[in-house]
């Protein structure tokens, strides 16, 4: 398993911006797609966006298209997968996790589709 670590999260207003990262202590990290998922109090977990492991294709929700951008740095040993989440909303206030996985099928929207998690990072949009 790819140990993961989240890091990112806060308390901003509706329509703000944050970034989450990611951070993979591992050195097969560049083999792994690379997933965020959230979970809002009383929901279930739920798929956000994912990046394949080259970073050339993403996938994402419906509901942060066009807001939420995946990206990754597999290079100098960075290992490190991103959220950049603009235009943010209240409705995107949730528990947010990144999560590693080698499924062959894309895009990787479920969670069975990941193998490794990290510990989530809140964040918090008031309107």
């Known amino acids: 398993q790819v140990p993961l670590a989240a890091s990112g999260g806060g308390v901003v207003q509706a329509g703000d911006s944050l970034r989450l990262s990611c951070a993979a202590s591992?050195?097969?990290?560049?083999?792994?797609?690379m997933g965020w998922f959230r979970q809002a109090p009383g929901k279930e977990r739920e798929f956000v966006a994912a990046?394949?492991?080259?970073?050339?294709?993403?996938?994402?929700a419906d509901s942060v298209k066009g807001r939420f951008t995946i990206s990754r740095d597999n290079a100098n040993a960075k290992n490190t997968v991103y959220l950049q989440m603009n235009s943010l909303k209240p409705e995107d206030t949730a528990i947010y996790s990144c999560a590693a996985g080698l499924a062959r099928r894309w895009p990787p929207t479920q969670i069975d589709d990941y193998a490794a998690w990290g510990q989530g990072t809140q964040v918090t949009v008031s309107s």
């Open positions: 990046i394949n492991w080259r970073g050339g294709s993403t996938h994402y």
């Open positions: 591992e050195r097969t990290f560049a083999l792994y797609n």
